[in-house]
């Protein structure tokens, strides 16, 4: 890390969880994450209105720990990143509002970021400079996209994504419907270990020849292990919690793992980056290393921490940005300006185009 490399400083709001990273050059100096995921427990999900409270109540106190940790002063900041979409409105509208009166404060460029972007430039901070092209699988509670990572500042085309439930939602959902608690995702992980992935075939979604081939579909999986764990209660018969967990998760698993190896090797790419929470998942690590080493990718998935939503991965992205001569200062100004809300996230979408 050079000394007189700029220091970025990064804020993620998309979600449920109030991230502030600090970085400097490709060195991560800081990173407080304050969850409201608790808050949420009870619904069984995210509840935008009672995230966006929880992140305004956060922020202040994150951003101080993000700086005393990092060692650093807020007038020392050379520029300031934060996550402009896709996300839930009224979240985001808290994180780039403060990152506004943060950047008018110090006198220093806004960058607008885009939330998928920066769950793909994070890895940097772990394993080095990203090999460009390359194929991102990112699958969370909000979203399950396949990209093509030409550049990560400048050029993402979205390949595909889910078209009804998101891989951590599903995951979610079924987790509360065989009584665990949310998030469900580490417990159906955990639970699975003792269960037979083969003890039920549950349907693979969006695998047809027909289908679109980079699109997943989760829902129908969903209402499948729903059916069958109904029709067993009716039958007055035991559920083999392990057993359910085990298979949905290897349907899960399957599915993205087996889209996005042949996005790698359709796009004649050599490495695949996997992201957000579900990257957590011990089944999806084992089976994409098991495929990837099949056809000779790499494999990259940053640590856990850096995989769920947290300030870094803003910061990475907006450090890539300001070495790349500073390109979307525009962005800043439009932020600064107090440009219309839907005007300015659509712009900061940069580097991410939308198929069609
Ligand atoms: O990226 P993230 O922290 O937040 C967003 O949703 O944006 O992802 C949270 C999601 C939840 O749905 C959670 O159940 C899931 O990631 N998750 C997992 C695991 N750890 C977290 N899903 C499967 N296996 C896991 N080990
Ligand atoms: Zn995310």
């Known amino acids: 890390m050079r000394a007189d490399s700029p220091l970025v400083l990064g804020i993620e709001t998309s979600c449920d969880e109030t991230g502030v990273g600090i970085v400097r050059g490709g060195a991560l100096l800081s990173d407080v994450v304050s969850s409201s995921v608790e808050a949420h427990a009870r619904f069984g999900g ?104 030409e550049s990560v500042t400048d050029d993402i085309t979205a390949l595909g994504a889910t078209i009804d439930d998101a891989a951590g939602e599903a995951f979610d959902k079924v987790a509360r419907l065989l009584g665990m608690p949310f998030p469900g995702g580490p417990h159906i992980d955990r639970v699975a270990r003792d ?16 289908d679109a081939p980079y699109d ?37 698993a399957d599915v993205l793992t087996a889209k996005a190896v042949r996005a790698c090797r359709t796009a004649g790419v050599d490495t695949l980056l996997i992201g957000g929470g579900v990257a957590a998942n011990s089944r999806l690590r084992a089976l994409a290393d098991q495929r990837c080493a099949a056809v000779g990718v790499r494999l ?34 439009l932020l600064l300006a107090g440009a219309e809300q839907e005007e300015s996230v659509t712009a900061t979408y940069l580097g991410y185009s939308p198929r069609g």
């Open 216 to 252: 997943f579909s989760f829902s129908g999986l969903k209402t499948a292990v729903a059916r069958w764990v109904e029709t067993r209660r009716r039958a007055g018969q035991d559920v083999p919690v392990a057993d359910v967990a085990a298979s949905f998760q290897e349907a899960v």
């Open 46 to 149: 995210v509840v935008p209105e009672v995230a966006s409270r929880a992140h305004l109540e956060a922020m202040v106190p994150t951003v101080s720990r993000a700086l005393d940790q990092a060692g650093v002063r807020l007038r020392d900041v050379d520029a300031i990143a934060v996550t402009a979409g896709p996300g839930l409105t009224s979240a985001l509208l808290v994180g780039v509002a403060d990152a506004k009166a943060y950047a008018l404060a110090v006198d220093k460029p806004l960058y607008g970021v885009n939330h998928l972007a920066a769950h793909v430039a994070v890895d940097c901070l772990e394993h080095g400079p990203l090999p460009e092209p390359c194929i991102a699988l990112l699958v969370s509670g909000g979203h399950s996209s396949l990209l093509l990572v």
């Open 195 to 210: 269960g037979d992935a083969g003890a039920v075939s549950f349907p693979r979604g969006l695998t047809g020849p027909r």
């Open 300 to 333: 990259r998935v940053p640590r856990a921490s850096l995989c769920t939503d947290n300030g870094a991965m803003a910061a990475a992205l907006g450090s890539l940005l300001v070495a790349d001569d500073g390109r979307q200062v525009l962005i800043g100004l």
